[in-house]
């Protein structure tokens, strides 16, 4: 049976309150299209690295996370509110770029599949 470590546990309960914030407590119009892919908390559960993917343009995802960064201290204060611990993390965002990677990629296999079917269309 895999073993967690506390942090493992915070940082799960983290990502779930600041969706949850981020969905429903929210009223920035910059804020939008915003999901929490994960987060990081330190062993000694100071800092949380929230990792977050923003739909849309480069501008509109600058914008979004301009609003994330300006929002931080009130969605602290609430995250410290739901969970209960002695000190809450102090909170940081930080881009997750993946998904846009795992879609070059995806497009790359696809130009690649596409090159290579022409290929065995011009051998028959």
Do not use: W
């Not at 967690?4 to 407590?25: N, P």
């Not at 739909?55 to 996370?65: L, M, P, R, T, W």
């Amino acid at each position: 049976m895999l073993e967690y470590k506390r942090s493992d546990r915070i940082a799960e309960t983290i990502r779930e309150v600041i969706s949850s914030i981020l969905l429903r407590e929210i009223n920035d119009p910059r804020i939008q299209f915003v999901s929490v892919m994960r987060v990081e908390v330190s062993s000694d559960l100071q800092h949380a690295k929230i990792f977050v993917s923003i739909i849309g343009s480069d501008d509109k995802k600058q914008e979004a996370f301009e609003g994330l960064k300006s929002a931080r201290g009130f969605i602290q204060r609430k995250l410290g509110k739901r969970i209960r611990l002695r000190c809450t993390p102090e909170i940081s965002f930080k881009m997750d770029t993946s998904v846009d990677e795992g879609m070059h990629i995806y497009d790359l296999l696809q130009e690649i599949k596409n090159e290579g079917g022409l290929k065995d269309d011009d051998e028959k």
